[in-house]
C-alpha cells in the first residue's frame, strides 16, 4: 500500500503568466509540471495526477495522469474537487498532498514532513506565512468528492476539519510563482 497520493492543481489557463503555467519553464528547461511531479515523487507519492486546461496539450510525463478539467475558467474549488475525485478511483493510499503548479520550488523533505502530520489537514508555513503543498487525509478527500466537505473554498474546509500548522524551513511553500517576475524573486531566496 502507497502512504500518500499527490495532486497537482494546474488547470489554470495562466493569465497573468502568458500562458498555462504548466508549461512555463524553470532556469534548467523542465517545466513546472515536470517539477512538481519530480517533487512529488521524490517525496514518494504515487498515485500523482494533475489537472490541466481543457485546450492544452499535455506533456507526456511518464508515470503522471494528467486530466484535463472539463470546461475552462473552472473555479478553483471544482477544479480541486475534479482533480482529487480521480485520485479517489486508486484505493492504496491514505493521505494526499495537494500541490499547485506554481509552486515548483518546494522541496520533497517539506511533503514528507507533511505527510507525517496526524491531522486530517496540514499546512506548512515559513517564517510564520502559510502555503503550500496541503496535506489531506483520505476521510477528507473523500468528503470532498461526496459533496459532505463542500467548500466553498478549501480555506473553508481547513477550518472545518483538524488541521495543524507545521513549520518547515523551506521557502519553496511561500514563493507562489505565478507570474515570471514572482519565479525571479522566489529564486533570489534559493541564491
Not at 22 to 46: K, T, Y
Not at 150 to 176: H, M
Amino acid at each position: 500500500m502507497t502512504d500518500f497520493a499527490g495532486l497537482i492543481l494546474a488547470g489554470g489557463e495562466g493569465r497573468r503568466w502568458g500562458g498555462p503555467k504548466a508549461l512555463a519553464d524553470l532556469l534548467d528547461g523542465s517545466s513546472f509540471l515536470e517539477r512538481c511531479f519530480q517533487i512529488l515523487v521524490s517525496a514518494g507519492a504515487h498515485p500523482v495526477v494533475a489537472t490541466l486546461p481543457p485546450r492544452i496539450e499535455a506533456p507526456e510525463i511518464e508515470g503522471l495522469l494528467s486530466v484535463p478539467l472539463p470546461e475552462p475558467g473552472l473555479e478553483m474549488f471544482a477544479s480541486l474537487k475534479f482533480g482529487l475525485s480521480r485520485l479517489v478511483e486508486y484505493p492504496d493510499w491514505l493521505a494526499a498532498a495537494v500541490l499547485p503548479v506554481d509552486h515548483p520550488l518546494v522541496k520533497p523533505e517539506t511533503i514528507t514532513v507533511l505527510m507525517d502530520a496526524g491531522a486530517e489537514a496540514a499546512i506548512p508555513s515559513f517564517n510564520g506565512k502559510h502555503g503550500h503543498p496541503i496535506r489531506l487525509q483520505r476521510t477528507v478527500v473523500e468528503d470532498i468528492v461526496n459533496g459532505s466537505l463542500g467548500g466553498p473554498t478549501l480555506r473553508e474546509v481547513l477550518r472545518s476539519v483538524e488541521s495543524v500548522g507545521v513549520a518547515v524551513e523551506d521557502p519553496g511553500v511561500i514563493s507562489n510563482c505565478n507570474t515570471p517576475e514572482a519565479l525571479e524573486a522566489a529564486l533570489e531566496n534559493f541564491r
